[in-house]
Every structure is written in C-alpha cells, then in structure tokens.
Nanobody, 126 residues
Framework: QVHVVESGGGLVQPEGSLRLSCAGSGDTLDTYGIAWFRQAPGKEREGVGC????????YRADSLKGRFTISRNYAENTVYLQITSAKREDTAVYYC???????????????????WGQGTQVTVSS
C-alpha cells in the first residue's frame, strides 16, 4: 500500500515562494495519479492540480496555473508543488493524494483519490 507524506509548508510572505513535497513510500508513485488539494478553514477542499501516470499535468483554475507548478522526480519517488507570488488567499492546509486509476488525465475531485497524506499548513501573511 502506498503512503504519501507532505512537507515544506510554513509561513511565507505575500509574493514569496515555497515548494511543497509529496514523498511516496511503499510503492512507486509513477504508477499513480498524484494530486494536490488545499483546504482553508470552513471551506471545501479544492483541487490545485495533478499529474497523471503518463506525466500530463492539469491545473484547476487559470489563477493557479501561473503561480503553481507541479513536477515530479520519481527517482526520489516525490511530487512537488512550487508556489510563487503567494497570496493571502493561498493560506490553507495542502494535501497530496494518490490513486491508480489515472493515465492520460487526473481528477480534481477529492472523492476520486484513495490515498492521502496528513497535510501541510501554508500560511501567507505579512
């Protein structure tokens, strides 16, 4: 059974940058679709983006596409989320999730993913 663990969260200034990591164990992530989600207090969990098993990357909103970059390094069994030009509205708990059912696409729905990390807090504040 695959496990994913997020890291890299913390406090970042507006317009600042940080990179989140989703490290896999127990199985190789290249056979899974890997997605990033985020959830602010009192709000629904929303998709940020994802990468399919074939490497296709999908972003869920135009406002995110220019500031959020998903990449993978399967030699390290890790998927990354790079955040640049951070905004206060980016403050949330960020999760990575994995599921084996995605090849040429990946879903932005939390219910479509079986394996989840514990989340890492990102706070954008002055």
């Amino acid at each position: 059974q695959v496990h994913v663990v997020e890291s890299g969260g913390g406090l970042v200034q507006p317009e600042g940058s940080l990179r989140l990591s989703c490290a896999g164990s127990g199985d190789t992530l290249d056979t899974y679709g890997i997605a990033w989600f985020r959830q602010a207090p009192g709000k629904e969990r929303e998709g940020v983006g994802c990468v399919s098993t074939t490497g296709k990357i999908t972003y869920r909103a135009d406002s995110l596409k220019g500031r959020f970059t998903i990449s993978r390094n399967y030699a390290e069994n890790t998927v990354y989320l790079q955040i640049t030009s951070a905004k206060r509205e980016d403050t949330a708990v960020y999760y990575c999730a994995a599921d084996r059912n995605f090849t040429n696409y990946c879903s932005g729905l939390p219910a479509d993913y079986e394996y989840w990390g514990q989340g890492t807090q990102v706070t954008v504040s002055s």
